[in-house]
């Protein structure tokens, strides 16, 4: 049975209040009796013993304890312990006193370009901790960002994250994970890297400073079918960030920036630059069928160049390449 206010799991943390509720398990304000400190406990939801579901689903909670342990880091959330009581798996894990970014979003509107840009270089640097101790995160979206009163992001959530040393937990099929900050590669299913979680960033800033999803559209189905094949709705008010985010949502994860070169363009962003160094700032993209505009032939046999009668060629949706905004003193370059 699962635990409620009040109630003492393994003998140590009493619990408070729910905190939040999610697909994996709900996170209650608790109370360590034994050193005296305020966490949160992740309960994870789990089926009745013996079951294939209740293994998998106590191997994933095992992962996301082990993925965030073997990340010390200022912008991930720190876990203390991992219990098993009454049938129960709970993750306890550091006390983040402050929102989510996407409760953030909701109450106060959506951030500043520059204000996001300074948030996307916290969660960068998180992420490139992640990757470097061989996880992939996988379900980056602005639930799974809190922000400590100071204002700082830390990353949490890692319940479907992946390591690079075990099996994969996904079913046939199926996918795990919020689809609107889904790269379009895990989407269909193909192998995904850490620029999966870098393209999740890039949607994540998105909603951040434009206040709603880049893909989300009407039902599931047609959401899906924007990551997979549409192009991502971006306000005018995202500015300098425009080209930054461009970048990051690129289907071909191999035409994504890099992680220095995407805190290189951030940081420009975060000091007030706007775009200038002879590299023209990326136009918007309107609806699902409109592409960045190009004045150069295809650079690669096969690139698609649409021109419509009387107008520019666009490269078609897919292998768009776009230029991040250019660094003081210098023009801005095609990624590669």
Known sequence: MGGGPGRLVAGRYLL??????GGMGVVWR????????PVAAKELHIAAEGDEDHRTRMRRALREARAVARVPHPHVVGVHDL??????????????????????????GPLTPEHTARLGLQLLDALRAVHRAGTL???????????RPG?????????IAALDDGEMLTSTGQLVGSVEYMAPERATAQEAGPESD???????????CGGESAFRRHGYAATLHAVVYGSPRLPERL????????????????????ADELAAALRGVAAGEAADGGAAAAPAVVGDDVTVVLD????????????????????GVGTRRTPLPGRPGGAGRWLA
Do not use: C, Y
């Open 137 to 147: 995160h996988r379900d980056v979206k602005p639930a799974n960002v809190l922000l």
């Open 30 to 37: 608790a109370h360590d009796q034994l050193l005296d400190r």
């Open 151 to 159: 204002g700082d992001a830390v990353l949490t959530d890692f319940g």
């Open 198 to 208: 870098l393209w999740s960033l890039g949607a994540t800033l998105v909603a951040a």
């Open 296 to 315: 150069r032939a295809p650079d690669r046999p096969d690139d698609t160049l649409l021109a419509p009668p009387g107008s520019t060629a666009v490269r």
């Open 16 to 21: 408070h209040e729910v905190l939040g509720r």
């Open 239 to 258: 500015g300098p960030l425009r080209p930054v985010v461009e970048a990051l949502l690129h289907r071909d994860p191999r035409e994504r920036p890099g």
């Open 83 to 108: 219990v098993e009581f009454e049938d129960r798996l709970w993750i306890v894990m550091e006390l983040v006193r402050g929102p989510s970014l996407a409760a953030r979003v909701r109450r106060s």
